[in-house]
């Protein structure tokens, strides 16, 4: 199995740029679909981004779209999200997931529930 550890976020204005982390540790986080995730308070978890088969294949969810951009090293078993141009409304806690597969669709791969490994999150909060 698979240990996942975020780190970056933090305290930031409107319009700023942060990049998040997830150290991988146990296993390559490349032999897994490896995701984002955020939940502000009171809302459900909601997926941000996906990247899967050594990165040949990522999405986003529309609201981040053009903003935020997923990547890994490989070398450093390590998962980032660039986030640029954040908004109040972007403010929430970010977990990065490992999803161990098959992969059976792009809609399955939203879903939170479907993910096997989680970190604990790190805070990102965006000011207006």
């Known amino acids: 199995q698979v240990q996942l550890v975020e780190s970056g976020g933090g305290l930031v204005q409107h319009g700023g740029s942060l990049r998040l982390s997830c150290a991988a540790s146990?296993?390559?986080?490349?032999?897994?679909?490896m995701g984002w995730f955020r939940q502000a308070p009171g809302k459900e978890r909601e997926f941000v981004a996906v990247?899967?088969?050594?990165?040949?294949?990522?999405f986003y969810a529309d609201s981040v779209k053009g903003r935020f951009t997923i990547s890994g090293d490989n070398a450093k078993n390590t998962l980032y999200l660039q986030m640029n141009n954040l908004k109040p409304v972007d403010t929430a806690v970010y977990y990065c997931?490992?999803?161990?597969?098959?992969?059976?669709?792009?809609?399955?791969?939203?879903?939170?529930?479907?993910?096997?490994?989680w970190g604990v999150g790190t805070q990102v909060t965006v000011s207006s």
């Open positions: 997931a490992a999803d161990g597969g098959p992969y059976s669709s792009d809609f399955s791969l939203r879903l939170a529930r479907n993910y096997d490994y």
């Open positions: 146990g296993r390559s986080f490349s032999d897994y679909i």
């Open positions: 990247i899967y088969r050594r990165g040949e294949f990522v």
